[in-house]
């Protein structure tokens, strides 16, 4: 079992910046794949970002260039550092953890609230 706890939502200008984080309960060494999706009012659940060990970093084309996504092992922790956000990057951020691949079953935390203002 892998509990995450995620922490850096809030409310932001367009053109802002956040950070999110998402602490596991394990050493995130052992964890094959971590990564970020987001839902926003009305929407399906979408994929952003992830890492995975020994393959790196990944983005969603709508972040790319945006979003910065990294680990670090001695926090067991993962980053979100998002930058240049528009209003359409409003919605609740989920952090995943899997031991399979960020599209296989894993563990999810609770939500972070992302809100870009216009």
């Known amino acids: 079992q892998v509990q995450l706890v995620e922490s850096g939502g809030g409310t932001v200008q367009t053109g802002g910046s956040l950070k999110l984080s998402c602490a596991a309960s394990?050493?995130?060494?052992?964890?094959?794949?971590m990564g970020w999706f987001r839902q926003a009012p009305g929407k399906q659940r979408e994929y952003v970002a992830s890492?995975?060990?020994?393959?790196?970093?990944d983005y969603a084309d709508s972040v790319k260039g945006r979003f910065t996504i990294s680990r670090d092992n001695a926090k067991n922790t993962v980053y979100l550092q998002m930058n240049t956000l528009k209003p359409e990057d409003t919605a609740i951020y989920y952090c995943?953890?899997?031991?399979?691949?960020?599209?296989?079953?894993?563990?999810w935390g609770q939500g972070a609230q992302v809100t870009v203002s216009s």
């Open positions: 995943k953890a899997s031991f399979a691949g960020i599209w296989s079953s894993g563990y």
């Open positions: 394990v050493s995130s060494t052992s964890i094959f794949a």
């Open positions: 890492s995975t060990l020994g393959v790196g970093a």
